[in-house]
């Protein structure tokens, strides 16, 4: 790039490039700057198994950006002229148990209903009811997602005006667990939800994460889950193509070092090769914010700032993945139905079963008995050569282990052959033989590989209500400017929405394109 250009996105993750994206249909001359050889951060797909077969890194459904306008609307074409393409089952997930009777989830209410009712006609009954009063509130949970997110006090205000309103507020402070258990009776549906409620690495039992439930369930129905078609990088490749046909550019292997700050304006950014990115009008970036510390930001900070970014809450747990690519699709001992899933998920049946988990992995131990797994390939024929398949798999599991992260160097292999045996139990042909390549990703691996995932954490630090909503990433920053330094912006997991691919782009957007005297909906319209 010959010129200087009007905004840097430091970072080519998912939500980097989402900003970048709205930037360059308004107009704005916009440079990308991803310090990997590719960019999507936790959104990308590669052959690191075998030759044909394609690999989701990390994220591989996307589910809540289904709603967000960015694909709902396809504001920025990205659907409808740069290639992405999704696949929308029926038959979303079914959770298995230890006798393989199995509860399955469908996008039809119905047909949920009465697979639940299996268990507990009683629970069928009030799933429904649930979901009903879920999606009576959904345009008021979703407000803040997909648009910038109101301070956490202004949020409460206006929850208090109203009955449901302060209803909504308290299941905003309960467990998602303790919600559960005001509703539903059998401990298969009970446990589902939890593990539901814990997708975004969160104990259910934590108090705060009781919203969660009303998000899913009705989101899962009304939207269903969506797979892209070649891969969950496929979002990424077309908003890069979205990027560069709008004029801005995308450069990989171009880490970012330091940011310049003068003045209190950061002005540009310093990259590890020693060259110096001046940006005419602002930085954006989605680096996790405990990267930024005073010495990446080469200026001094706030005392408060710097506060809280020593006292941020973590996740709770972390991720062990691993994938395959296997000979044959595999076949589970619970049945057709459970074959045809999109997803298939392993839990215990009984309510203490599920509770020890959490106390598992919050002590540094290991659990190998209830990974959750994805064979996409019978969906999408672009994800395996002809009659082979793919397999995501991945279970919960500590970074901190007792001994130390280190150990995962140690266990790593081990612990994927337990949990792959595991597996292949609860199936009716998989075994070793039937396995043609496989690539396994321990919490520390994450943090190796990808540099805003610190400790492993995909979510960048912890969804308890002090880091949700209006008060991510703390409350003394809320929202997507960075406390005390002008023309730095933040965007992706460490903000509102949060973490999952969610769209939160089109949010952190919106200030930024205030500040350049940007009208966001004239560019959504054109």
């Given at each position: 790039?010959?010129?200087?250009?009007?905004?840097?996105?430091?970072?080519?993750?998912?939500?980097?490039?989402?900003v970048a994206a709205y930037l360059a249909k308004a107009g704005v001359d916009v440079l990308v700057l991803e310090g990997r050889e590719f960019c999507g951060g936790g959104v990308v797909t590669r052959e690191v198994t075998a030759p044909g077969f394609k690999t989701d890194i990390a994220s591989t459904c996307h589910v809540f950006i289904q709603p967000n306008p960015l694909i709902k609307d396809d504001e920025l074409?990205?659907?409808?002229?740069?290639?992405?393409?999704?696949?929308?089952?029926?038959?979303?997930?079914?959770?298995?148990?230890?006798?393989?009777?199995?509860?399955?989830?469908?996008?039809?209410?119905?047909?949920?209903?009465?697979?639940?009712a299996q268990?507990?006609?009683?629970?069928?009954?009030?799933?429904?009811?649930?979901?009903?009063?879920?999606?009576?509130?959904?345009g008021m949970l979703t407000a803040g997602m997909y648009a910038p997110a109101p301070p956490f006090g202004t949020l409460v205000s206006l929850l208090e005006t109203g009955v449901e309103g302060r209803e909504l507020l308290r299941c905003m402070y309960v467990s998602a667990h303790d919600l559960v258990l005001e509703w539903f009776e059998s401990p298969q549906l009970i446990n589902s939800l939890d593990r539901w409620a814990s997708e975004n690495m969160a104990d259910p039992r934590v108090d705060g994460s009781g919203i969660n439930l009303l998000l899913m369930i009705p989101v899962l129905h009304m939207?269903?889950?969506?797979?892209?078609?070649?891969?969950?990088?496929?979002?990424?490749?077309?908003?890069?193509?979205?990027?560069?046909?709008?004029?801005?550019?995308?450069?990989?292997?171009?880490?970012?070092?330091?940011?310049?700050?003068?003045?209190?304006?950061?002005?540009?950014?310093?990259?590890?090769?020693?060259?110096?990115?001046?940006?005419?009008?602002?930085?954006?970036?989605?680096?996790?914010?405990?990267?930024?510390?005073?010495?990446?930001?080469?200026t001094s900070m706030p005392d408060e700032y710097n506060h809280n970014l020593k006292v941020i809450r973590k996740q709770q747990f972390m991720s062990?993945?691993?994938?395959?690519?296997?000979?044959?699709?595999?076949?589970?001992?619970?049945?057709?139905?459970?074959?045809?899933?999109?997803m298939v998920e392993f839990c215990p049946d009984t309510l203490e079963g599920m509770q020890q988990l959490w106390v598992t992995f919050a002590y540094g131990n290991l659990n190998y008995?209830?990974?959750?797994?994805?064979?996409?390939?019978k969906y999408d024929p672009t994800r395996a050569p002809a009659g082979k398949s793919t397999l995501y798999l991945y279970q919960y599991a500590p970074y901190?282990?007792?001994?130390?992260?280190?150990?995962?160097?140690?266990?790593?292999?081990?612990?994927?052959?337990?949990?792959?045996?595991?597996?292949?139990?609860?199936?009716?042909?998989?075994?070793?033989?039937?396995?043609?390549?496989?690539?396994?990703?321990?919490?520390?691996?994450?943090?190796?590989?990808?540099?805003a995932y610190m400790e492993g954490q995909i979510n960048h630090l912890g969804s308890q209500i002090s880091h949700n909503f209006g008060n991510r990433p703390f409350p003394a920053m809320s929202g997507y400017r960075l406390m005390g330094i002008e023309s730095l912006y933040l965007c992706g997991p460490s903000t509102p929405p949060g973490p999952g691919v969610l769209g939160g782009g089109r949010a952190a957007v919106q200030p930024v394109m205030a500040d350049l005297g940007i009208d966001f909906e004239d560019v959504i319209s054109k």
């Amino acid at each position: 790039m010959s010129k200087k250009p009007e905004v840097i996105v430091a970072g080519g993750g998912s939500s980097g490039l989402q900003v970048a994206a709205y930037l360059a249909k308004a107009g704005v001359d916009v440079l990308v700057l991803e310090g990997r050889e590719f960019c999507g951060g936790g959104v990308v797909t590669r052959e690191v198994t075998a030759p044909g077969f394609k690999t989701d890194i990390a994220s591989t459904c996307h589910v809540f950006i289904q709603p967000n306008p960015l694909i709902k609307d396809d504001e920025l074409q990205l659907q409808s002229k740069y290639g992405l393409e999704y696949i929308k089952p029926d038959n979303i997930l079914s959770v298995v148990y230890p006798d393989d009777r199995a509860l399955t989830f469908y996008k039809d209410l119905d047909k949920t209903c009465e697979s639940i009712a299996q268990f507990s006609k009683k629970d069928a009954v009030a799933y429904r009811k649930f979901y009903e009063w879920g999606c009576q509130q959904f345009g008021m949970l979703t407000a803040g997602m997909y648009a910038p997110a109101p301070p956490f006090g202004t949020l409460v205000s206006l929850l208090e005006t109203g009955v449901e309103g302060r209803e909504l507020l308290r299941c905003m402070y309960v467990s998602a667990h303790d919600l559960v258990l005001e509703w539903f009776e059998s401990p298969q549906l009970i446990n589902s939800l939890d593990r539901w409620a814990s997708e975004n690495m969160a104990d259910p039992r934590v108090d705060g994460s009781g919203i969660n439930l009303l998000l899913m369930i009705p989101v899962l129905h009304m939207y269903g889950i969506a797979i892209p078609k070649g891969g969950s990088g496929a979002l990424t490749d077309s908003l890069i193509r979205s990027i560069e046909d709008r004029g801005g550019e995308v450069r990989v292997n171009s880490k970012v070092k330091k940011f310049k700050v003068s003045g209190g304006k950061c002005t540009g950014v310093i990259l590890e090769s020693g060259e110096e990115i001046l940006a005419s009008k602002a930085v954006v970036t989605n680096f996790n914010i405990r990267q930024l510390t005073e010495d990446m930001l080469g200026t001094s900070m706030p005392d408060e700032y710097n506060h809280n970014l020593k006292v941020i809450r973590k996740q709770q747990f972390m991720s062990f993945h691993q994938n395959y690519a296997l000979d044959e699709v595999p076949q589970y001992n619970a049945g057709s139905i459970v074959d045809d899933s999109c997803m298939v998920e392993f839990c215990p049946d009984t309510l203490e079963g599920m509770q020890q988990l959490w106390v598992t992995f919050a002590y540094g131990n290991l659990n190998y008995e209830t990974p959750i797994s994805l064979s996409y390939a019978k969906y999408d024929p672009t994800r395996a050569p002809a009659g082979k398949s793919t397999l995501y798999l991945y279970q919960y599991a500590p970074y901190y282990l007792k001994g130390g992260p280190q150990r995962w160097d140690e266990i790593k292999e081990d612990t994927a052959n337990k949990v792959f045996e595991q597996w292949c139990s609860r199936t009716k042909n998989m075994n070793s033989s039937k396995v043609l390549g496989r690539w396994v990703h321990s919490p520390l691996d994450f943090e190796r590989n990808f540099p805003a995932y610190m400790e492993g954490q995909i979510n960048h630090l912890g969804s308890q209500i002090s880091h949700n909503f209006g008060n991510r990433p703390f409350p003394a920053m809320s929202g997507y400017r960075l406390m005390g330094i002008e023309s730095l912006y933040l965007c992706g997991p460490s903000t509102p929405p949060g973490p999952g691919v969610l769209g939160g782009g089109r949010a952190a957007v919106q200030p930024v394109m205030a500040d350049l005297g940007i009208d966001f909906e004239d560019v959504i319209s054109k």
